[in-house]
Structure formats: structure tokens, C-alpha cells
């Protein structure tokens, strides 16, 4: 019987899990049970799409910061539309593309530029949140589409649609990045760009793909954001920044390697969710679970860091 042996950066997620259930379901009765399951699942697709995306951009050896922007633009930009009456098939490809020219700025100043990841999507991060100001007034906007609302009151099997099309994403976006040439390439040039460059890898079209990809994500997280709350708030993106941060690198600490993979990403947005709604169901205030969220992120790094014998960075 082969024996299972468990990192340190993997204990790390692991033991907080284990003690938060035990804890979670001995203060709260209504926190495991099938419906809660159902809440948490529906509350993390925004997340969970969102950090898939971006683990596809650090699969690449890259960071984007500005996907918040991003998302603040298309949520507001896809209300404007259906609010004048713009049919939602067209009003959905024009957000479509707004996403993959938004994104390919990003490429354009990171992979053709190279300008540091951090230092250029900070700034596009604060030229997307000034555009989305200015598309939305600085107001709630709101919406009652009934596209939005199958979305959002949708069921199938008991499930909700978003939750099925949170689903579906991960089955295919985990089924590419593992069998597919597009995967196995973008780990290469995340992994040792010099090496895929000897390769004959074209490291800067996988990069630029990387950023397209986490485009799509963008352009699907601000349709499930906005049919979720009926319309947007204003930078509501930004504030949930730090889940999807967060999710990305619990997922890293979960894989045996240490590295950034897709799925990975997912299950660290499930035990994002998980934490923030046993906390919430025990009454916790908001701005705490907010902190205990930014201390989770350094623990994982430091707790890669230790696994690896190094300060990790993100180039």
C-alpha cells in the first residue's frame, strides 16, 4: 500500500480546513447541510472563474491585478446596454470584445513592452476602475433582464445554472490546461521561459494568449456577477479582489509541486467561500473574515516558501 505523504504547504490549507469544520459545525446546525453546500457553491462562481483565469496568467509566469477593472468595465458596460435596449445576444459580444482589447493591453505593455507584470496591471487596474466610474456615474446600476434572471433564479436538477456553468468551466478549463498542446505549453513557459524558448516555444503568443484567456473569464464572471446582484455596485470587483488572490494561491499550496494549476484554483475558491460563510453563519463581522482572508494569503506564501527553502516571488 503506497503511503501518502503530505507537504508542509499542504498541511498548512489542510489543518485549517479540518478545524474550521469541526468548529463551523458544532457552533452553527445549519452550516453542513445540503443547502448550505448549494449557498456557498453559488456564492463563489464569481470567484471561482475569476481565479481560474488568473491562474492561467501566472501559469504563464505573469500577474494580473487588473482583472477587478476589468470585470467593473464589462458589468457596467453589459447594464448600459440592456438598460437602452440592446438585444443580450449582441450586448454579450460586445462586452465580449471589450474584454480581449482591455486584456491585450495588458499583454501589449507586459509581454511586447516588458514592463513589469505588477507595475503595469496596478496602472491598468486604475485606468479600468476610472472607465467603469465613468461608463456607471459613479451609481448602483441595476437590472431586471430576464436573461440575468433565468441565470440567477435558473434551476436544473435542484442546481442553479450559474452554479452548472461554474461547473462546466472548470471541466473544460481544467480539461485544456492538462491534455491539450495550449496546457502543456503555457506550463512550459511559466515553468523556465528560457528553456521553452530553446524549445522553439513562441513564449510571447502563450503569453498573450494567457491574458486573452483570462479575458473570457472576466467577460463570464461579469455576467454571473451582475445577474447574481441584478446589477452592479460601484468597484464591487475590487473589493472581492483579495478572494480571488487568495483562492489561487490555496490551490498552489494544495498541489504536491507547489505550483499554479487551474483546478487547483477552484477548490481554493471552495475554501474561500467555506471559511467566509461559516464565519459569517457564527456571526463574525465582515471586516474581520476581510482580514483573516489578507492573512491567509501570506501564510500560503510563506508556507510555499518554507516547502521550497526560498522566499517565493512572483516575477
Not at 492538462?178 to 510571447?204: C, D, F, M, Q, W
Request: include cysteine.
Amino acid at each position: 500500500m503506497k503511503k501518502i505523504n503530505f507537504s508542509f504547504q499542504q498541511l498548512i490549507p489542510l489543518g485549517i480546513f479540518i478545524v474550521s469544520f469541526v468548529v463551523f459545525s458544532a457552533r452553527t446546525y445549519s452550516f453542513f447541510t445540503f443547502y448550505n453546500i448549494l449557498n456557498i457553491l453559488s456564492l463563489i462562481t464569481y470567484t471561482a472563474v475569476s481565479a481560474m483565469g488568473l491562474a492561467v496568467v501566472m501559469l504563464a509566469g505573469l500577474f494580473d491585478l487588473s482583472f477587478v477593472g476589468v470585470i467593473g468595465v464589462l458589468s457596467a458596460l453589459l447594464i448600459s446596454l440592456l438598460n437602452v435596449g440592446v438585444h443580450p445576444l449582441p450586448a454579450f459580444l460586445i462586452t465580449l470584445a471589450v474584454a480581449a482589447v482591455l486584456e491585450s493591453i495588458n499583454a501589449l505593455l507586459i509581454v511586447r513592452l516588458k514592463i513589469h507584470p505588477w507595475l503595469s496591471t496596478i496602472a491598468t487596474m486604475l485606468m479600468f476602475l476610472g472607465l467603469e466610474k465613468y461608463i456607471s456615474k459613479g451609481t448602483y446600476l441595476t437590472t431586471r433582464h430576464p436573461v440575468l434572471e433565468a441565470l440567477r433564479f435558473g434551476h436544473f436538477g435542484g442546481v442553479s445554472i450559474s452554479i452548472w456553468l461554474m461547473l462546466g468551466i472548470f471541466v473544460i478549463a481544467t480539461t485544456v490546461m492538462s491534455y491539450t498542446v495550449l496546457g502543456r505549453r503555457l506550463y512550459a513557459v511559466g515553468g523556465n521561459i528560457i528553456s521553452a524558448k530553446k524549445a522553439g516555444i513562441n513564449t510571447e503568443k502563450y503569453q498573450t494568449v494567457s491574458f486573452l484567456v483570462m479575458g473570457l473569464m472576466c467577460w463570464i464572471a461579469s455576467i454571473i456577477y451582475v445577474s447574481q446582484l441584478s446589477g452592479y455596485p460601484p468597484e464591487a470587483a475590487y473589493i472581492n479582489q483579495n478572494e480571488v488572490i487568495l483562492a489561487v494561491f490555496v490551490g498552489m499550496a494544495l498541489s504536491r509541486k507547489g505550483i499554479v494549476n487551474v483546478h487547483g484554483a477552484f477548490f481554493g475558491a471552495a475554501f474561500v467561500g467555506f471559511l467566509a460563510n461559516g464565519l459569517g453563519l457564527m456571526g463574525i463581522s465582515s471586516y474581520w473574515i476581510k482580514l483573516a482572508e489578507g492573512a491567509l494569503v501570506v501564510i500560503m506564501v510563506l508556507g510555499n516558501s518554507i516547502n521550497r527553502g526560498k522566499l517565493a516571488q512572483l516575477e
